[in-house]
């Protein structure tokens, strides 16, 4: 398993995590150019908290060699890995390139090459590229549930035999000019930061980073002896087909995919030891997320970990996952940071603690009404 946040490695951003170190970390940027160009627009957005690994954004190429290496040095793997199979999302690939094309008015003639490597499969075909895996290569986009259905084809491509070993996970270098504009002008952008399921949350502090999860059959892991974290044991999906972004607020369709989800994992919510939950901090999200939970779990612990990172969208999931799967390993809770004055009855980890977990689940939801959740459990 490999994460790079603050260009931490998995285990070193959990360490982090738990000690609540790492939250100094967003902080507000100064006023300084966000790409190659400064404008009106970044002028005024330049107040606003961000997730960043160092004073600039970080390109999406970099992001992914990193994560990746990281991945493969945890899991005891080295290169090539010829019959591997990749799913790996991003739900704004390379919009920065993008953003620079438009601005320099380049023409496709002149940067033809430029522009077929920023192509929004590009973290996944980067990672094949690397791997020189002649294995199924997928590239699953679904808003912010996107690294969510990434880690769903993984395990379905080892389960219908196409691989014996999947990379998986969501990768995410969204900070833009265009992405900032456009989440300061929804009112969705935190002026402070980020403080999930809290009375004076204000909205999501943009982040960058991403995890990417070695899955490998049982048999396989066994027979190699790897180090395992956990289990993935049921998903569930649905979309609400209700609204470009806001939440269909009764949750029905939410709550489907949180049934599914336990019934493919063949468990009962009060077999469920933890929750993280997608937590971004904006009031609608939170809102409906604590409804849902509330009606499910009034009891068990629940955690949103994106006061420390940030939101990384599309990646924000894989995150969710990597930081869950520690859990199990290390039988501890990740603080829900950022947290002051709980705005909901929940149980609501304020300080991280040690607890005896088996099983964990993790929700996301995404624009478009995208409704994913995860169950894991502990390895035996």
């Known amino acids: 398993m490999g994460a790079n946040k603050r260009g931490c490695s998995g285990n070193r951003h959990w360490f982090a995590l738990l000690s609540r170190s790492i939250s100094r970390k967003l902080a507000k940027t100064p006023g300084k150019t966000i790409g190659n160009r400064p404008s009106s627009t970044l002028s005024r957005l330049a107040g606003y908290p961000l997730g960043l690994i160092a004073p600039a954004p970080a390109p999406l190429?970099?992001?992914?060699?990193?994560?990746?290496?990281?991945?493969?040095?945890?899991?005891?793997?080295?290169?090539?890995?010829?019959?591997?199979?990749v799913a790996i999302g991003s739900s704004r690939g390379c919009q920065t390139d993008w953003e620079d094309f438009a601005a320099q008015r380049r023409t496709l003639t002149h940067s033809s090459q430029s522009w077929l490597r920023s192509l929004p499969h590009q973290a996944a075909i980067q990672t094949a590229a690397r791997?020189?895996?002649?294995?199924?290569?997928?590239?699953?986009?679904?808003?912010?549930?996107t690294a969510f259905w990434a880690i769903f084809r993984g395990v379905e491509l080892i389960k219908q035999g196409w691989c014996d070993r999947a990379i998986a996970g969501g990768v995410e270098?969204?900070?833009?000019?265009?992405?900032?504009?456009?989440?300061?002008?929804?009112?969705?952008?935190?002026?402070?930061?980020?403080?999930?399921?809290?009375?004076?949350?204000?909205?999501?502090?943009?982040?960058?980073?991403?995890?990417?999860?070695?899955?490998?059959?049982?048999?396989?892991?066994?027979?190699?002896?790897?180090?395992?974290?956990?289990?993935?044991?049921?998903?569930g999906f649905t979309c609400?087909?209700?609204?470009?972004?806001?939440?269909?607020l009764d949750g029905k369709s939410a709550a489907i995919a949180l049934k599914n989800c336990l019934e493919s994992a063949q468990v009962t919510p009060h077999q469920i030891d933890f929750l993280h939950a997608h937590g971004t901090g904006t009031q609608l999200n939170d809102q409906r997320e604590a409804q849902l939970i509330q009606a499910f779990f009034p009891q068990i612990p629940v955690s949103s970990t994106k006061?420390?990172?940030?939101?990384?969208?599309?990646?924000?999931?894989?995150?969710?996952?990597?930081?869950?799967?520690?859990?199990?390993?290390?039988?501890?809770?990740?603080?829900?940071?950022?947290?002051?004055?709980?705005?909901?009855?929940?149980?609501?980890?304020?300080?991280?603690?040690?607890?005896?977990?088996?099983?964990?689940?993790?929700?996301?939801?995404?624009?478009?009404?995208?409704?994913?959740?995860?169950a894991l459990e502990r390895a035996d």
């Not at 950022?338 to 929940?346: D, K, R, V």
């Open 61 to 85: 190429p970099a992001l992914t060699e990193g994560i990746l290496r990281d991945a493969l040095e945890d899991a005891g793997l080295s290169l090539p890995l010829r019959e591997t199979g």
């Open 131 to 145: 791997l020189e895996t002649t294995g199924p290569v997928l590239a699953p986009m679904a808003a912010c549930a």
């Open 173 to 235: 270098a969204p900070v833009t000019p265009l992405t900032l504009a456009g989440f300061e002008r929804m009112g969705a952008l935190a002026r402070t930061g980020c403080y999930p399921f809290d009375r004076q949350r204000e909205g999501l502090v943009l982040g960058e980073g991403g995890a990417f999860l070695v899955l490998e059959s049982q048999d396989l892991a066994e027979r190699r002896g790897a180090k395992i974290y956990g289990r993935l044991s049921g998903f």
């Open 240 to 248: 609400d087909a209700y609204h470009v972004s806001a939440p269909q």
């Open 307 to 374: 006061g420390a990172t940030g939101h990384t969208l599309g990646a924000s999931g894989a995150l969710a996952i990597a930081f869950s799967l520690m859990a199990l390993r290390s039988q501890q809770l990740p603080p829900c940071v950022g947290l002051q004055n709980p705005a909901f009855e929940l149980n609501l980890v304020r300080e991280s603690y040690v607890a005896p977990l088996d099983r964990v689940l993790c929700l996301s939801f995404g624009f478009g009404g995208q409704n994913a959740a995860i």
